[in-house]
């Protein structure tokens, strides 16, 4: 029993340490949480599409190593999105709606979005911070914080399958715009992905073409 | 008939014969081999994997570690992890992550060895011996089943490529070239017995 609570205490504790060492510290005003939510979500519903570049970075915090990959990123709504790799090699990935269309050199692949959980999922998580349902979304708990200059929503997951994958997502929020400006993927072992936006450009038209799958 | 028969018959018994019979004894330095043996301080490889129909592709990154454990993380482009995998100083295996779907024990055993095959690892001298055909060398080192076998030409400098082999024929074949500072920029690994390849090509940093 006393481990027991010892291991609650080191996890609440390293939970906290981990928000107040960004400059975070949790909203638990649910006045405050209500009025991000409302606010989040109306930007988020004038959002109808975004331009912008990307920079991904996956740490493997045991081998002390980062892989950087770049490229650009398109999303329309409602549910189209293209991610163009040019770093460290070129590698285009679709997903229009329940569809996904990949071209890695000269190899093209088309898949159904509904056989690659994984996609169906990273997918779902970029939709949803995006378009601001990620607070209606099921699959996961979400707490927030603040800083001086941003919020910080850290989604838990719930669901078995998705525990696998995931410890939990940070989505940092800048408080100028409202705009997402990193997802922060954390993984049980301590690795994490990293997306970074920069260059974003709001509500420009971006042709159907672009999401297109031939 | 009677030809059918004998027709049948020379089928069968080509198909038990070696192709590795007609190999000759050699006489050399069987540790010469070992120059071959890829230093992987770090390297980063684009990585394809194609089993039975199903299509994988991503970052495959090798570390050495300070303990001098050699670290294997595979991840798609969008950063999601397959394995993570390290074979231990002592000559161990170590399982740190596998995805579900790869989770099995024969995927897990199957990698394993092929990358035992291609990092030189686990290489029992004492059991090992050289011999000889036309153009080549062939560098035997005898397992519990079967043998790994490293054919090179015939003055020993160039690695042509490695087998995984029951006494009769090659079970995985693969190559390794175009090392810089001991690390491969080249690695292709094919089984014979199903349809299974991967091909790693280096990434410069």
Known sequence: MRKLILTLFIIIASQALKAQSAGYAPVTDAADFAKFKEQFTAIAKQTETIKSDFLQEKNLSMLSEKITSKGKFWFKKDNLLRMEFDEPYAYLMILNKDNMYIKDGQKESRLSLKSNKIFQQINKIIVNCVQGT????????VKLYESKSGYMIELSP???????????IDVVIT???????????????????????????????????????? | MRY?????????????????????????????????????????????VDVIGHHLSGLLLIKTLPDSSVRMVFTNEVGFKFFDFAFTPDGGFKVYYVVK???????????????ELVMLRKQDIKTAYLAKDDSSLYYIIKKQKGFFCYVTDKGGDTLKRMEIASPRK????????NYTNGIPDTIGISHKNFSFTIALKRIER
């Open chain 2, 4 to 48: 059918l028969l004998l027709s049948s018959c020379i089928l069968i018994l080509a198909g038990c014969t070696s192709v590795y019979k007609n190999l000759q004894p050699a006489t050399g330095d069987i540790n010469y081999i070992e120059k071959f043996r890829p230093d992987f301080n770090v390297a980063l490889y684009k990585a394809e």
């Open chain 1, 134 to 141: 990620v607070f209606n979304d099921d699959d996961f708990t």
């Open chain 1, 175 to 214: 408080k100028k715009d409202y705009s997402v400006t990193t997802i922060i993927m954390n993984e049980n072992s301590g690795d994490d992905t990293t997306l970074h936006f920069t260059n974003r450009e709001l509500n420009t038209p971006i042709p159907d073409a672009l999401f297109a799958i031939k």
């Open chain 1, 158 to 168: 719930v669901t078995k399958g998705l525990k696998d994958f995931f410890k939990n």
């Open chain 2, 101 to 115: 779907q790869m989770d099995k024990k024969p995927v897990i055993k199957t990698l394993k060895k092929d990358f």
């Open chain 2, 170 to 177: 090659p079970i995985v074949q693969a190559i390794m070239k």
